[in-house]
């Protein structure tokens, strides 16, 4: 972050809040003209400091209201072991997170699927057939308190 003044941070941060934001919009906020915005944005969606820009969807009105947290052990650390089991599970649609973890799990997936019934089809057809692995534990949520993709800045 050492190569990004004050202005680049709330440009960054207005940006992961509010993706659609117009540069007009946006020059404003963060008191700025039109074209100077506009040539930040540029640079740092140049140097990679934006990944992407997406539209963040209700899971209820796409029918994905169920949460599930799984956990999952492997028989083995090998790196064979280890990538086979992450192209596998980068393949499953349902899988929105795969994080590797240090502690009594290998990997925690987050699925979302329709509702528990889906959910054990998920596990049957996917979860299940996943390389190298020997232990999987499943958390539903029950609700979501608290949720945001915006990085602290």
């Known amino acids: 972050m050492s190569d990004l003044d004050w202005l680049d941070i709330k440009i960054l941060d207005a940006l992961q809040k509010q993706g659609r934001i117009s540069n007009a919009d946006l020059a404003e906020k963060v008191n700025l003209s039109a074209s100077a915005c506009h040539r930040r944005v540029q640079r740092l969606d140049r140097e990679g400091f934006v990944r992407n820009y997406v539209a963040l969807l209700d899971p209820r009105k ?9 956990e999952i052990t492997l028989s083995g650390q090998s790196d064979e072991t280890l990538d086979a089991f992450e192209k596998a599970v980068a393949r499953i649609p349902n899988v929105l997170e795969c994080h590797l973890m240090a502690g009594t799990a290998d990997y925690l997936l987050k699925v979302v699927a329709i509702d528990g019934d889906d ?15 020997a232990q ?3 958390s539903f949520a029950l609700r979501t308190v608290f949720k945001t993709t915006a990085l602290p800045l």
Not at 65 to 70: A, G, P
């Open 119 to 133: 959910f054990a089809s998920i596990h049957r057809q996917h979860l299940s057939r996943l390389p190298g692995v």
């Open 62 to 70: 796409v029918d994905r209201r169920t949460t599930v947290f799984v």
């Open 136 to 138: 999987m534990q499943s």
